[in-house]
């Protein structure tokens, strides 16, 4: 009997449990792989999956998905104490809390894995591993690039390499036409207009992220993000170390540096001040959509 814990990170979870099932039908076929992930099946109808024995085979392998079924750690005890010299056990779950008893119970009494999302470089990495595992060419520039659009989240990201491996490419114009820029990389460019003096396009690109529903205190919020990046970049030249420092991707470092350089330190601490100042304002009940507006306003002046 062997008992393995994955959680984490969805993505990274979802491929070492496939890499799991796969590896082991190939060994011993798909009736040998048994899946429980009803979250209203009876724990004695789980007990039983796990304790009976394979058919026709050496070894199953039973999968069990979401293990809030197992509000009592003791029922945990049971079905490791129930299951059979010859099953491969797999618990797996996205949200399972670190403080509760059942999460220490895991740690203790099976091979557990917590599988953290990858990030910075390790990120790009990532994203060039998994376009190698579907042919799709995809150079570091380019895997940066893909992140300042659709951000960390790497179910996102991994679905957005399947949608280029169609067309084959994955340059900076596939990418472009292909992928959904997220609120994040649009923010950023209103940024960008707003302090290359093209109020109206900032203008523009604040009420499309309205009209998507995106709410007034999220666009601030990465505005703000997106200054203290510029700060960064601002008092440190070289992307690599802001990214480490950060932790997060260096393309938008490699953005941000440029439009650091057309700007001075006290623009920089006027923009910083202005900002904790409609922070505070928005905070206290300002109308945020009229704040922010005029934020942008002074920006391109």
Request: aromatic share 4%.
């Amino acid at each position: 009997m062997s008992v393995t814990t994955l959680v984490g990170s969805p993505q990274r979870v979802l491929d070492e449990l496939t890499k799991i099932r796969t590896n082991f039908i190939d060994q011993y076929g798909e009736l040998a792989v048994e899946v429980i992930d009803d979250p209203e099946l009876p724990l004695e109808t789980i007990l039983a999956a796990a304790a009976s024995l394979p058919f026709l085979v050496e070894r199953k392998l039973v999968i069990i998905k979401d293990l809030s079924r197992f509000s009592d750690a003791q029922d945990l005890q049971n079905l490791l104490a129930a299951t059979s010299d010859s099953v491969e056990l797999v618990l797996t779950d996205r949200n399972l809390d670190k403080r509760s008893k059942l999460y220490k119970t895991l740690q203790k009494t099976t091979e557990f894995n917590e599988l953290r999302p990858a990030s910075g470089q390790n990120l790009v990495r990532q994203i060039i591993a998994w376009s190698q595992e579907i042919d799709l060419r995809l150079s570091p520039q380019a895997a940066e690039y893909l992140i300042d659009q659709v951000g960390e989240n790497e179910a996102m990201l991994k679905s957005e390499l399947h949608k280029l491996a169609i067309v084959g490419k994955a340059d900076k114009s596939t990418i472009d036409e292909l992928v959904e820029k997220q609120v994040h990389s649009r923010v950023f460019d209103l940024l960008d207009a707003a302090m290359n003096k093209q109020l109206a396009l900032a203008d523009q690109l604040y009420a499309e992220q309205r009209a998507q529903k995106v709410e007034p205190q999220a666009i601030w919020a990465l505005i703000v993000w997106q200054l203290q990046v510029l700060a960064l970049a601002k008092t440190t030249k070289d992307p690599e170390a802001i990214a480490k420092q950060a932790g997060i991707n260096v393309y938008p470092i490699k953005k941000a540096l440029k439009l650091a350089k057309s700007m001075d330190y006290a623009r920089m601490l006027d923009l910083t001040n202005q900002a904790v100042e409609l922070d505070l304002s928005i905070k206290n009940g300002i109308d945020p959509d009229s704040a922010i507006r005029l934020f942008l306003a002074n920006l391109a002046t």
